[in-house]
């Protein structure tokens, strides 16, 4: 097994009057040359929680974190004009809640953060701020709603 020292949480970045299935999301990926879905998990707006990659291998979510990390992505994170927004549904909160309080018991120590939030420290003060994100995803503070060390 991987050593894991990371947990990432993505949104699909669709529009929440839309749908994407996960063999959707598998084809968008392959597309782009992956070899299928980047992300370990993938929610669903029913909670469903699908396991997109197995654990053992690497993903492809996060440029640079991929070899000690495991990609978490839930269905959503542009309202209905296409803008950045937090459109979980209760159900994917609970499941995303649920999945990375089971994957904190299975690989402590981890550090749980969103794909935005490993953007590059451009002022080096010691914290990435909203100015310095590559992205908006996943279009929600993580910092505010898991727990950002699994100890």
């Known amino acids: 097994m991987r050593i894991i020292n990371l947990i990432v949480v993505h949104c699909s970045a669709t529009r929440e009057d839309c749908t ?3 063999e959707d999301l ?9 070899n ?8 669903r707006k029913d909670g469903s929680v699908h396991l997109a990659r197995p654990l053992e291998r690497v993903g492809a979510h ?4 991929n070899a000690n990390s495991i990609g978490i992505c839930y269905e959503g994170g542009l309202d209905c ?8 549904t209760p159900e994917q909160k609970a499941s995303l809640r649920l999945l990375v309080h089971r994957l904190c018991e299975r690989f402590p120590g ?4 969103g794909h935005r939030d490993l953007s590059p ?7 990435i701020e909203p100015e310095e994100w590559i992205k908006m995803c996943p279009c929600f ?11």
């Open 20 to 22: 994407l299935s996960p």
């Open 26 to 34: 598998d084809l968008i990926h392959r597309r782009r040359g992956f």
């Open 36 to 43: 299928g879905t980047g992300y370990h998990y993938y929610i």
């Open 62 to 65: 996060a440029k640079g974190f």
């Open 81 to 88: 004009r296409g803008h950045p927004a937090d459109t979980r």
């Open 110 to 113: 981890c550090r749980v953060c």
């Open 121 to 127: 420290d451009l002022n080096r003060n010691g914290e």
């Open 141 to 151: 503070e993580v910092k505010e709603l898991l727990p950002q060390t699994c100890d």
